[in-house]
């Protein structure tokens, strides 16, 4: 980091609070604080599940519990077990919870609203795309990649909808039953492993690796990215973490190959310093296969 970029961010975050009221007991002139207000905001039409809740807000499951408690004795939520899966605990609005979230929704357009009125039409774009950055950035700092089993819910959602993608995008569709193998059981240690991203508790991104003890090579398998998430460099942080793994897992070599219509993949291998080689497997999807040397 550069000298002074903390406190830049510090001065941001104290201008943002103080502006939108943040540290009012009653947000929105409402009978709240913002937390609550959030947590009440989040809950979907449907319903959402306890854990996911407190995923996407990063809240300690206690004070999470306390929240909803809150809300429960004023009569905006309820809490029971889901019908599908009694272990799973289950929050949805009441009627007057939907109509709170109502007069939230009002209170918070016309909080915006107050934002932009006093500026020009020029400030107000410049603000607006200045908003529209920060978000994505912020969404980009709040990414984390785990070794996961590629067996759970989130790597299941990663694998899958990197197979659909493949499929529109390829000009022969894609079947992962006629490419190159990377099975549940060849992404699970000592085989390999499967990373996932995670933002806010939602999976954005995954990708694997096939070690190969023997050879002290890698093979790179299965790198997707969210389109949400796109041009904010999750792929390269992935790509580095997939490295960093098969260095510390005694590796010389990583390897890969991609498809020709894949050119966003090929310039981050190409920049992130691989080279490109002769093929080296019968891969019927590829039509570029990379290399890159772990010991330099």
């Known amino acids: ?79 029971d077990p889901d019908s599908d899966d009694g272990r799973v605990r289950k929050v949805r609005l009441t009627e007057a919870g939907f109509v709170e979230r109502a007069t939230l929704d009002v209170a918070s357009d016309e909080l915006a609203a107050s934002i932009l009125d006093p500026l020009t039409d020029g400030q107000r774009g410049r603000l607006v795309a200045a908003m529209t950055e920060v978000e994505r950035l912020l969404l980009a700092s709040q990414v984390r990649i785990e070794i996961t089993d590629p067996r759970a819910p989130d790597a299941r959602y990663c694998l899958r909808s990197y197979v659909e993608e493949l499929q529109r995008r390829f000009d022969t569709g894609f079947d992962p039953t006629r490419s190159i193998s990377a099975s549940d059981d060849e992404m699970t240690l000592p085989n390999g492993l499967l990373l996932v991203a995670t933002a806010q508790g939602t999976p954005v991104g995954c990708g694997a690796l096939k070690l190969h003890a023997e050879t002290r090579i890698a093979d790179v398998k299965r790198m997707w990215t969210s389109p949400d998430t796109r041009g904010l460099g999750l792929g390269r942080r992935i790509l580095e973490r997939i490295a960093d793994e098969a260095t510390a897992r005694g590796m010389q070599t990583l390897r890969l190959e991609t498809n020709r219509t894949l050119t966003e993949a090929r310039h981050l291998y190409e920049t992130a310093g691989f080279t490109q080689i002769e093929a080296f497997n019968n891969e019927l999807y590829a039509h570029h296969w990379f290399e890159r040397n772990l010991e330099r």
Not at 23 to 52: F, K, N, Q
Not at 64 to 76: A, N, T
């Open 1 to 79: 980091m550069e000298p002074g970029q903390i406190d830049v961010v510090r001065r941001f975050n104290r201008a943002v609070t103080r502006r939108v009221g943040a540290l009012s007991d009653e947000y929105l002139s409402r009978d709240r604080s913002l937390g609550l207000s959030r947590l009440l905001w989040e809950v979907e039409p449907d319903g959402s599940e306890v854990r996911v809740l407190r995923s996407r807000l990063a809240l300690d499951s206690g004070y999470l519990s306390r929240q909803l408690r809150r809300l429960e004795s004023d009569g905006l939520v309820t809490t």
